[in-house]
């Protein structure tokens, strides 16, 4: 890896193996209680059987995904995730910076890095099928916090929900299909918290804050590391 490449190894990642631990640590407690006569409601049992299998589905989650969920390099920024990738041209980032919604009267931090760019046609050039798919199922909460926040006069989403499977972008390039869908909400998000990309907290390797203040010095140091300075 050359030395102008920076890998980010997400933090939530580290927490796998202890979920898993305390998954199969939950297991054999239930047993030994078993064993030794425990009585306890069927109830209760499912419930701590529920939590233990829980824990360790959350742990084999977090284990699987890549080492690397984000590779900076001065030409580019690379989403890795197991269900796929993503790759975005530095030239075609206008801004980034934490989204915020309105809560009365003040603003509210939301634990994404949220990215605006210029050409949409050339980031959605670069976005693998099945990632689009995780992306539009997982952004339906960012979605129905942002409605809430910052549309509190509707009462009805169906509008935003009912993603049309056609989209035809601003420089005329028409989609169908899941990359349609993708491209509708990004062009959704935009319009309610001014950014198209966003990437969770749980991908980065620091706090939100320290993140964007270190991708800003990368950006800025980029035309040295192009020359191999």
């Not at 701590?48 to 590779?71: M, N, Q, Y």
Request: hydrophobic letters at 45%; glycine letters at 6%; charged letters at 25%.
């Amino acid at each position: 890896m050359s030395s102008a490449e920076y890998s980010v190894k997400p933090m939530a990642k580290r927490n796998g193996l202890v979920f898993c631990f305390a998954g199969v640590g939950i297991i054999v407690l239930a047993l030994l209680m078993r064993l030794t006569a425990i009585d306890l409601p069927w109830q209760a049992w499912a419930i701590i059987l529920a939590f233990s299998g829980f824990l360790l589905l959350l742990g084999i989650a977090k284990i699987t995904e890549p080492e690397v969920s984000l590779l900076i390099t001065p030409a580019d920024i690379r989403y890795l995730h197991r269900r796929g990738t993503w790759r975005l041209d530095w030239d075609n980032i206008i801004r980034f910076d934490i989204p915020r919604v309105h809560r009365g009267l003040d603003l509210e931090d939301l634990p994404f890095v949220g990215i605006k760019i210029e050409d949409e046609d050339l980031f959605l050039a670069e976005v693998s099928p099945r990632l689009a798919v995780h992306l539009v199922s997982e952004q339906r909460h960012l979605l129905t916090m942002a409605l809430r926040r910052e549309k509190p006069e509707l009462t009805d989403y169906s509008d935003y929900f009912d993603i049309p499977t056609s989209y035809v972008s601003r420089q005329g390039i028409e989609y169908n299909g899941i990359k349609a869908m993708f491209a509708t909400r990004m062009l959704q998000l935009r319009e309610l918290l001014g950014y198209d990309i966003y990437i969770s907290d749980s991908a980065l390797d620091r706090p939100l804050e320290e993140f964007c203040s270190h991708l800003r010095q990368l950006r800025e140091h980029r035309p040295a590391a192009q020359r191999g300075e």
